[in-house]
């Protein structure tokens, strides 16, 4: 609230909280808002608190907020809900909304200022205390609305509110208001709290109200205000509230279901295909509710994860089985893309989930049945799967593994051609079935495949070949370029050897086959005193980079793995993290540290920050010559938010981001 309140420019901060000095808290009590006189202004907020409920107050200039959506409540009244925003400001006598509201409309919620009304057909009202409110429709696309003021009544006069003392929830209580006029503002509340608060006609001198079922047993007071004659009467009653509420909900664990597969017998032709049968396969381990689908006709087919399953377990498999099929060209569509989930930008738990998987699935039958089985992935493929899903055609843990690109993560669409014969057993006989799907990924990820073309041979056509995912896994050589002059470390990255020296790129994810939308860059020089590591870190996505985590491998860092015997036992991690704080870790001496003594620079640039160091021959224990050979790793860090990349040189499967066993070969040149 001080800082808030110090960031207002001196001429506005009596004006703000003198004009428009309310606040709503999240349950929909009017807090104490107010300026107190002395040298220095400064503001109070007087803020009820209850047990167990939520107490949030928000301070703003505009006496408006976002009420309902779509003919939806909101659960916090913010500036900016859901696609719709609302500002207010006073307009003579009027208050001017600037308002923008998606489809369906929404509602702006106003607070009018002491003493004023707002006369609006259009517009409903709420009490809150002893302050009114109102509610105003805001209609689709963007608008500009000045609301009328005019003077509130003046109150006048006790409203006599008789009727019965208890009421039964989920049932109209009636109230008698003799005196009030055509219609009353009525707030029903609990311990300061709204339960109902609104316009309500009366009628014959009665209002109804209709209890809430949800509504517990106990005391509630009911609030009255109507306008006679130019003047406002008000009154209240205490009503005890009678009845249990007893939610019709399901359980909070549901029971497991088993997985739901189908395959049926089709006899379909379609772009010149037969089509012999169609098959889902879909499973999340509690209700079912994955995706799967399987079109002949339309020869589409695909799956995978639902808006919001009851486990973040499951996958979703649609498939075709098809004779004398070949040369397939299909448009592949994805909601991988930039998706608008909860974990964007996260596709699974971690690396060592070999399940994962984005794709397709391609089964081979031969005289003997289905033999072979294909996986190629679109994104997401683990070459330690040994999963047999989907169930039909060779049903069994893929025999190959093909990374056909990262289409998932490049577009939301992409078509391509392939030769299914590129990856057939010798005695194929064209029959095959041809699946799409995603599994064991976060919610709202599916693939979906379309087959918009086939053709006997692949001769004129562009063929997408793919690439055997052990190939990605092999282990990686890298040159480290003899230093014509030291670089000065200090994190700029504008010394010659940076230019002279090849800089290790294409990092790929921890567990993927994929890379990420920021483009690492590392180096690695050396002459006869040290072994020069340089890192180039862009950065596009954070404002400033994640430094507050206790464990710095939990910040955006960098992380070099150093084997020098090239034995690939005992190696020193060195992690330096964007503010250039450093910490090592030393790996294979049965817990026995050691401390190398090295000097590093982090410096920031435009785009991202840099990384400099020198590490000492001396503290290795090795003479460095040429054509000695090393292994290592360069290692990226960035945590969430908004993301959650570890980006490595070496391709690592997973979990560990430093398996000695895949680290590169470095050979000092």
């Known amino acids: 609230i001080r800082e808030a309140w110090e960031a207002l420019p001196e001429a506005e901060r009596r004006e703000v909280y003198r004009e428009t000095g309310w606040a709503l808290d999240s349950v929909g009590r009017l807090l104490d808002v107010r300026v107190i006189e002395q040298p220095g202004e ?14 949030m107050a928000v301070l703003s200039k505009s006496p408006a907020r976002v009420f309902s959506v779509d003919g939806m409540r909101v659960n916090f009244h913010g500036t900016d809900v859901l696609g719709a925003s609302v500002s207010g400001e006073p307009a003579g006598d009027a208050i001017r909304l600037t308002a923008s509201a998606p489809e369906g409309g929404a509602e702006a919620v106003v607070v009018l200022p002491d003493g004023r009304s707002v006369a609006a057909q259009n517009t409903r009202g709420m009490l809150i205390g002893d302050t009114r409110l109102a509610i105003v429709p805001l209609a689709e696309g963007n608008s500009t609305i000045d609301l009328a003021l005019g003077e509130e009544a003046p109150v006048e006069g006790e409203l006599s509110v008789t009727g019965p003392d208890t009421a039964a929830a989920g049932t109209p209580l009636q109230l008698s ?88 017998e089709v006899d379909v032709t379609a772009r010149g295909l037969h089509v012999i049968a169609a098959g889902t396969d879909h499973f999340d381990g509690r209700n079912g509710g994955q995706v799967g689908e399987a079109d002949p006709g339309s020869l589409r087919f695909g799956g995978g994860i639902a808006d919001a399953p009851v486990t973040r377990w499951g996958y979703g498999y649609g498939g075709l089985e098809l004779e004398q099929a070949r040369v397939l060209t299909l448009k592949v569509t994805n909601t991988f893309f930039d998706a608008w989930t909860f974990s964007r930008g996260m596709e699974s738990h971690k690396p060592e989930y070999t ?89 709202s990820r599916r693939i979906f495949a379309e087959i918009v073309g086939a053709a006997d041979s692949p001769e004129g056509l562009e063929i997408l070949e793919g690439t055997l995912v052990g190939d990605l896994y092999k282990i990686r050589d890298y040159v480290v370029g003899r230093a014509s002059e030291p670089p000065t470390i200090d994190g700029r990255l504008d010394d010659p050897v940076w230019h002279e020296v090849e800089p290790a790129t294409e990092f790929r994810l921890l567990g993927k086959l994929t890379g990420s939308k920021q483009k690492t860059r590392a180096w690695a020089a050396w002459d006869e005193e040290n072994l020069y590591v340089a890192y180039d870190c862009p950065e596009s996505e954070k404002a400033q980079p994640t430094l507050k985590p206790e464990k710095i ?37 049965n817990g026995r540290k050691v401390t ?30 040429a054509g000695m050979e090393l292994t290592g790793n360069f290692v990226r860090y960035r945590p969430y938010p908004p993301v959650d990349e570890m980006h490595t040189w070496s391709p690592m499967p997973g979990p560990a981001i430093n398996d000695p066993e895949r680290f590169a070969v470095w050979t000092l040149e």
């Open 553 to 589: 491998w939990n910040r955006d860092a960098v992380d070099t793995a150093i084997n020098p015997s090239g034995d690939r036992t005992v190696f020193q991690q060195i992690i330096i993290d964007a503010a250039g704080a450093s910490e090592q870790f030393t790996k294979g001496l």
């Open 42 to 55: 400064r503001v109070e907020l007087s803020v009820p608190t209850t047990q167990h409920i939520l107490t």
């Open 177 to 264: 208001v003799a005196g009030a006029g055509d219609g009353a503002l009525v707030q029903v509340a609990r311990d300061g709290v709204p339960l109902f608060t609104g316009s309500v006609p009366v009628r014959d001198g009665v209002i109804s109200l209709a209890m809430p079922e949800q509504v517990h047993a106990g005391s509630v007071e009911v609030q009255i205000a109507s306008a006679v004659g130019g003047r406002l009467v008000r009154g209240s009653r205490t009503v005890r509230v009678t009845g249990s509420y007893e939610p019709d909900i399901p359980p909070w664990r549901l029971p497991k279901t088993a997985p739901r597969g189908e395959v049926a």
């Open 355 to 443: 399940s994962t998987f984005a794709g397709l699935m391609v089964d081979y039958h031969t005289e003997d049945g289905y033999t072979k089985r294909v996986a190629l992935g679109l994104g997401l493929l683990n070459p330690k799967r040994t999963i047999n899903r989907p169930g039909w055609g060779a049903a069994s843990a893929p025999h190959e593994f093909i990374s056909l690109g990262d289409a998932i993560h490049e577009g939301r669409e992409t078509q391509f051609t392939i030769d299914l014969a590129r990856w057939a057993p010798e005695a194929w006989d064209g029959r095959v079935w041809l699946s799409a799907g995603a599994e064991n990924v976060y919610p």
């Open 596 to 625: 190398w003594e090295i000097r590093s620079v982090v410096a920031e640039h435009e785009g991202g920050w840099a990384v400099e160091m020198a590490v000492p021959w001396s503290e290795m224990g090795v003479e460095p010559a």
